[in-house]
């Protein structure tokens, strides 16, 4: 009877594009057949080979102490099998050692706890799909033989009805959700035939853009704000968005360095591409005004505290995240305030000066290139998003016409 051999090693054909980790897996070799078992998800540099161990890691003893225990618990198990049966065979131990490990939630919180060191907003949400699968599914574990094509549907028709998500809310999920399923399909080495998502797509539907007209953005810039109203600084940004398209997170983190010489140059939270953007009149004179007020020597607009220096990159990162988040709901409530002093009825929130600036620029003629330059936006397909509105709304005053 053939020994089982064991080895830990990585799989550098298993790199995940999302995290650049690859698995630490316990290779189990009988009868010249290999089987693989996950144990850890690494970035390639922190392993070892020779010594099979992790290094250069700040975590690295405790992911060492990880891998020692779970590969001692697979030998136990393994050790067991063929004390129980005489011709173990590999799919046997697979099976076995893959039993007890296919849980969606276990593998989805260490996809979490990756995302975390790279993306806090990507971790949030992430954390937040997961947490509503829980609060469905209505149990701690969830065994990936669960997950098929009923229970996707049930799902999808929950997130629809009983929590009200839109169509594009529940593609996020649904994706998020084939990915992890996929995942532990390749890690597990299932039968990928099986895999419930494998036929399934979901797509993005082009949402309607909200925006004011130039004439509305005037009337809101004239109203007859106090100075010492809370309104007043609340109103500031929101124009300061209209004229600049700037995202309400690169604003409340603009800082006076970023301009000079009627430029703001900086780079944008969310693609991290950098910009330049010339100031505009109104801008000019809004950072005129906030110049006199200088309550903060560091950012233009006073919502954020001075960054403390800590020693925690990433805690640093999380703190920051929770303050834009709350400013932005804190400047949102008072945007709708502001809506209904303007008489405007729409549903304004800071997004909406952002596509208001690109709206503006498309009606005045510029070209698509530029807008997506002064945008920030990666792909020219999402600046035509808005030449699609342009379009439709000229479509429907054409359409009044009709009743003429």
Known sequence: MSTVKFKTVIRLDKLSKSTNEVPVCLRITKDRKTTYKTLIHVHPRCWNSKEQCVVHHKNADILNAIISQKRAQIERETCLLTLQQ???SIVTIRNKINSASSDFFEFAEKYCEATKHRSFCTYQRVKSIVKKLREFHGDSCLPIKHINEDFIKRYEHHLSHNIGNSRNTIAISMKFISKIVS??????ELNEETNPFKKLKYQF????????TAEEIVKIRDLPIPADSPLYNVREIFIFECYTGLRISDILTLKWENIAEDIITLKMRKTE???SLPLQKNVREILERRRKLRNSKEFVFDYLKASRTCEDAIENEHRLVSAIGASTAYINKRLKIIGKIANINKNISTHVGRHSFATMLLTNGNDLPVIQELMGHHDIKVTQIYAKVISRRKTEAINTLNYL
Do not use: T, V
């Not at 995942?183 to 597990?188: A, G, R, S, V």
């Not at 539907?205 to 004011?212: A, D, H, I, K």
């Open 183 to 188: 995942d532990i399909y390749n890690d597990l």
């Open 273 to 275: 591409r950098l910009i």
């Open 86 to 88: 005489e011709n173990l």
């Open 205 to 212: 539907e082009p949402g309607s853009r909200q925006y004011l």
